[in-house]
């Protein structure tokens, strides 16, 4: 998984997956994968823009700073490639 976190919030992570003995893709994809607004609400707190995208490289959740950053709605990108939506983004 390829995130853009700050070093302060990549630490939390960090120490929180390390005290349940669970990587951080692992700890980010179970709090995605419940589905409960409070477990959400790490995500939305944080300052930088953050989205997750599955293995198929399509978007399964933006806060909303992804939103700013990106100039686009969740709801619009949810399911949504994001080599599809965004394919400036491939460089070359």
Known sequence: MKTNISPLVMQKLVQQAQDLGVSVDDLILTLLNRQSPS?????????DAFFALDAQWRFIYMNHEAENLLQRRAQDLIGKNIWDEFPEARGG
């Open 39 to 47: 477990e959400f609400e790490i995500f939305e707190r944080i300052t």
